[in-house]
């Protein structure tokens, strides 16, 4: 499971314990510019995935890096429970697929997210 959070122009989604270790990767800091949406729904044929590396036990546990549909995702998800989807751009991960910790629940944290990037000043290249 992880904690998410927004710090400044910063979206934190921190992982610990047993789920670093499955999912052989540590904290994401994203740029809020790099978040380009947030939702609780899981796409057609959620658990149809080939594992890059992390650990993959449908549907019981999937964590890690993951080629889906052609895009390589990070999930730290287990069970049937809802899920939060972080769409990302400029970034080595097309979305990442994260349980969040109680008391915090996928709905409530999509929506921080979304007020967090209709917030932030769009930049110009």
Known sequence: MATVRIDGAT????????EVIWAVHGSFHVPLANVTGAGTTKPPSFWESLKLIGASMPPLKMAGTFLYHGDVV?????REDAVLVID???SRYKHLFVHVDAPDTPAAAAE?????IAATP???S
């Not at 990070?74 to 287990?78: A, E, K, L, T």
């Not at 921080?112 to 967090?116: D, L, M, S």
């Open 88 to 90: 990302l751009t400029g």
């Open 112 to 116: 921080r997210i979304q007020a967090a």
């Open 74 to 78: 990070f999930f730290d998800y287990g």
């Open 122 to 124: 769009a930049t110009s």
């Open 11 to 18: 979206l934190r989604v921190e992982l610990e314990g047993l």
